[in-house]
């Protein structure tokens, strides 16, 4: 019986039996019985799944063999054993009585079957060293672009022993320099492609092919149909074995709608990570000049209220970036919210030099925000910003609803701390947002001549890998300055909240 029949028939999952009924793309995958394989997919496209009916088929099917099954942490190696593994088998009367017909509780780490199968459940963030002394046969890694770089030969020792030593890996991109990506490079590497009914085209599932309502062909625009689809490999020669490429655009229970809604929230490397399942290059530009001035319109500078329109007065807000020291400057972003279509339109750019006088810095800036009207001011909290938001808000001379923002790696509320507020905020999610909105045309300027160099400020940010978290940061080009950039996010972040608030 195939692996497929064998799900088909006996797996359950929430209390349905499953099913591979539009997913045609999984139908090659499930059959697959390679030696290696490799599938580099979005998140949430049911990877997890196809590794724990792999594992319990296999279980079943041959007595006594050993399976190691790896995750980076401890806790997502347990989580797939409990919630998916053990799960799987216990929600199934046929499972549970094929291969836990015991009243006893099933271990999480190492679980021996009644027919002498067993799994091994361990992790490796940082090293192999949990799997030395195992012996399998097979070896199945989750999340293996957040595994210990390198370590893959270390964990395929295990199988020196074994006459059918197989290999599964799956995870979801990051950089193109990673361990995943490699694998997939060396694979067969299949590509779900999609036959244009309108052209010879056959269409690859990246962002060119989103339309408003359907999956369209990019080079000629017809509407695509994902499940006449097939997998065509870019490396029909590999001998290393089988890839998969797996994302949201070819799953059954999503549509372009929610893939949109995606794209509108998620920061343009998570979006090409998480949706997209593709890798990004280590230090590309986020987003370029061009498409910065793509965003400008004709307006001018505003100088004072009048110059905004009517309809968006009510919602003028001003980031403030505090700069000191020897190259850091000031930077005043003035904006406002677009009612209708919930574009945010920055209005008003300025700069202040590094060993600009603190005090004479705070009254031109109180007098600014007093002529444009502002009703909120969301500066940063930390450094300078700890004395210099009190100067400002004295210097206004009204009480004005100040938000003094701190960047970490995590959100958290605001929380008042006498007249000001102190909000802590995801520093890469929210640079990240900004950033994709204006790739989508949502964040305005003034006409390029007014916003020159403060675009270059906004363009200079690039990716960065921290490998000691495994994630990816926004930070600034060498040598150039990135002011306007966190001004414009403060003032941003403020205005997402006052837009969510009245909705």
Same mark, same amino acid.
Request: charged fraction near 20%; include cysteine.
């Given at each position: 019986?195939?692996?497929?029949?064998?799900?088909?028939?006996?797996?359950?999952?929430?209390?349905?039996?499953?099913?591979?009924?539009?997913?045609?793309?999984?139908?090659?995958?499930?059959?697959? $019985?390679? &030696?290696? #394989?490799?599938?580099?997919?979005?998140?949430?496209?049911?990877? =997890? +799944?196809?590794?724990?009916? /792999? !594992?319990?088929?296999?279980?079943?099917?041959?007595?006594?063999?050993?399976?190691?099954?790896?995750?980076?942490?401890?806790?997502?190696?347990?989580?797939?054993?409990?919630?998916?593994?053990?799960?799987?088998?216990?929600?199934?009367?046929?499972?549970?009585?094929?291969?836990?017909?015991?009243?006893?509780?099933?271990?999480?780490?190492?679980?021996?079957?009644?027919?002498?199968?067993?799994?091994?459940?361990?992790?490796?963030?940082?090293?192999?060293?949990?799997?030395?002394?195992i012996s399998a046969?097979?070896?199945?890694?989750?999340?293996?672009?957040?595994?210990?770089?390198?370590?893959l030969p270390v964990?395929?020792?295990?199988?020196?022993?074994?006459?059918?030593?197989?290999?599964?890996?799956?995870? $979801?991109? &990051?950089? #193109?320099?990673?361990?995943?990506?490699?694998?997939?490079?060396? =694979? +067969?590497?299949?590509?779900? /492609? !999609?036959?244009?009914?309108?052209?010879?085209?056959?269409?690859?599932?990246?962002?060119?092919?989103?339309?408003?309502?359907?999956?369209?062909?990019?080079?000629?625009?017809?509407?695509?149909?994902?499940?006449?689809?097939?997998?065509?490999?870019?490396?029909?020669?590999?001998?290393?074995?089988?890839?998969?490429?797996?994302?949201?655009?070819?799953?059954?229970?999503?549509?372009?709608?929610?893939?949109?809604?995606?794209?509108?929230?998620?920061?343009?490397?998570?979006?090409?990570?998480?949706?997209?399942?593709?890798?990004?290059?280590?230090?590309?530009?986020?987003?370029?000049?061009?498409?910065?001035?793509?965003?400008?319109?004709?307006?001018?500078?505003?100088?004072?209220?009048?110059?905004?329109?009517?309809?968006?007065?009510?919602?003028?807000?001003?980031?403030?970036?505090?700069?000191?020291?020897?190259?850091?400057?000031?930077?005043?972003?003035?904006?406002?919210?677009?009612?209708?279509?919930?574009?945010?339109?920055?209005?008003?750019?300025?700069?202040?030099?590094?060993?600009?006088?603190?005090?004479?810095?705070?009254?031109?800036?109180?007098?600014?925000?007093?002529?444009?009207?502002?009703?909120?001011?969301?500066?940063?909290?930390?450094?300078?910003?700890?004395?210099?938001?009190?100067?400002?808000?004295?210097?206004?001379?009204?009480?004005?609803?100040?938000?003094?923002?701190?960047?970490?790696?995590?959100?958290?509320?605001?929380?008042?701390?006498?007249?000001?507020?102190?909000?802590?905020?995801?520093?890469?999610?929210?640079?990240?947002?900004?950033?994709?909105?204006?790739?989508?045309?949502?964040?305005?300027?003034?006409?390029?001549?007014?916003?020159?160099?403060?675009?270059?400020?906004?363009?200079?940010?690039?990716?960065?890998?921290?490998?000691?978290?495994r994630s990816f940061?926004?930070?600034?080009?060498?040598?150039?300055?990135?002011?306007?950039?966190?001004?414009?996010?403060?003032?941003?972040?403020?205005?997402?909240?006052?837009?969510?608030?009245?909705?």
């Amino acid at each position: 019986m195939s692996l497929r029949s064998f799900c088909e028939l006996v797996v359950r999952l929430h209390g349905q039996p499953f099913s591979l009924t539009g997913r045609p793309y999984l139908h090659q995958i499930y059959n697959s $019985t390679d &030696k290696n #394989i490799v599938i580099r997919a979005s998140r949430q496209v049911e990877k =997890s +799944t196809f590794l724990a009916n /792999r !594992i319990i088929y296999d279980c079943h099917r041959n007595r006594g063999i050993r399976i190691l099954f790896v995750s980076p942490r401890q806790e997502q190696a347990e989580l797939f054993s409990r919630d998916r593994l053990q799960a799987t088998i216990l929600e199934s009367p046929i499972l549970s009585r094929l291969l836990w017909p015991k009243s006893r509780p099933m271990p999480v780490r190492d679980i021996c079957f009644p027919n002498g199968s067993r799994v091994y459940v361990r992790p490796a963030f940082h090293s192999a060293d949990g799997v030395r002394g195992i012996s399998a046969d097979e070896i199945f890694i989750d999340e293996f672009q957040d595994v210990a770089p390198g370590q893959l030969p270390v964990m395929q020792e295990t199988l020196s022993h074994s006459a059918t030593a197989r290999t599964v890996l799956t995870g $979801t991109p &990051k950089l #193109i320099d990673n361990h995943l990506e490699a694998a997939f490079t060396r =694979s +067969t590497a299949n590509e779900w /492609r !999609i036959p244009c009914d309108n052209c010879p085209e056959l269409a690859l599932l990246d962002e060119r092919v989103l339309g408003l309502t359907s999956l369209v062909c990019a080079a000629c625009g017809a509407a695509l149909d994902v499940q006449r689809g097939y997998w065509l490999p870019r490396n029909p020669h590999s001998e290393w074995g089988q890839g998969y490429w797996i994302n949201h655009l070819m799953a059954s229970w999503l549509n372009v709608a929610d893939v949109l809604a995606r794209r509108s929230t998620y920061d343009p490397i998570r979006f090409r990570n998480e949706v997209l399942g593709l890798a990004v290059h280590l230090g590309d530009h986020i987003v370029t000049r061009e498409e910065l001035e793509a965003c400008c319109d004709a307006y001018p500078t505003a100088n004072r209220i009048s110059d905004v329109p009517l309809v968006s007065r009510r919602g003028i807000i001003a980031g403030i970036d505090w700069g000191g020291g020897v190259d850091s400057a000031t930077v005043l972003a003035v904006g406002y919210v677009t009612p209708g279509n919930r574009s945010f339109n920055f209005c008003r750019f300025d700069r202040w030099g590094p060993r600009a006088e603190p005090e004479d810095t705070c009254r031109q800036i109180a007098v600014l925000c007093n002529q444009l009207g502002v009703r909120g001011i969301a500066a940063d909290g930390g450094g300078n910003g700890s004395v210099y938001n009190r100067l400002l808000l004295r210097a206004m001379g009204r009480l004005v609803p100040f938000w003094a923002i701190h960047y970490s790696a995590a959100d958290q509320e605001p929380i008042a701390n006498g007249d000001l507020t102190q909000w802590t905020v995801n520093r890469t999610a929210s640079i990240g947002t900004l950033f994709m909105r204006i790739k989508l045309g949502q964040i305005r300027f003034p006409r390029v001549a007014d916003s020159g160099s403060f675009l270059d400020e906004i363009a200079s940010e690039v990716v960065q890998y921290d490998d000691l978290s495994r994630s990816f940061k926004y930070m600034r080009t060498p040598g150039q300055r990135d002011d306007a950039l966190h001004a414009c996010n403060y003032a941003h972040v403020l205005a997402l909240r006052t837009v969510r608030a009245h909705h």
